[in-house]
């Protein structure tokens, strides 16, 4: 299968990667790029695990063909450092193995990016399509709650508001 060179926006960054056209997004972040965060699980959609920010909206990356994310931003759980969910679910304890928390983060990244208020039910339906093996819910759920109080803490002090367009 014929390769090409093309540009991608990774975290904030420009990325120069070769890529072939049938690659998904998956594949290149972890092999051509080193980006391991992204976990392949199920490779089928179904497990939440491979989840990325694609501008600020959540995508499977391993049902993402890598042409699509031309253009677009793309973060992953590399791109989070030093961020409030990073350090909620630290301190919330809210792993075991962690395989999965990449992709809960990915995701409850996103909840805080687009809603203001994050209830228990927002929390549970957001993050139905990630799924956790050996940890409790409980303290995902408590690491969202958490994060959000430091989202809005910081919100605050800097001025800015929540984008809430979902
Ligand atoms: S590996 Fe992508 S959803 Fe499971
Ligand atoms: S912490 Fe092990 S699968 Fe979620």
């Not at 990630?130 to 958490?146: F, P």
């Amino acid at each position: 299968m014929p390769k090409q060179e093309v540009l991608l926006h990774i975290n904030g960054e420009p990325r120069m990667v070769v890529i072939r056209t049938a690659d998904t997004l998956l594949d290149v972040l972890r092999r051509e790029l080193g980006l391991t965060g992204a976990k392949p699980g199920c490779n089928n959609g179904d497990c939440g695990a491979c989840t990325v920010l694609i501008d600020q909206h959540p995508y499977k990356a391993c049902i993402m063909l890598v042409i699509e994310a031309l253009g677009h931003e793309v973060t992953t759980v590399e791109g989070l450092q030093n961020t409030p969910i990073q350090r909620a679910f630290a301190d919330c304890y809210a792993f075991q193995c962690g395989y999965c928390t990449p992709g809960f983060i990915m995701n409850a990244q996103a909840l805080l990016l687009h809603h203001e208020v994050i209830s228990e039910y927002t929390i549970q339906e957001w993050l139905e399509s990630n799924i956790c093996r050996c940890t409790s819910y409980e303290e995902i759920g408590d690491a969202v709650k958490l994060a959000a109080r430091l989202r809005d803490t910081l919100a605050s002090a800097t001025g800015r508001t929540t984008d809430t367009d979902g």
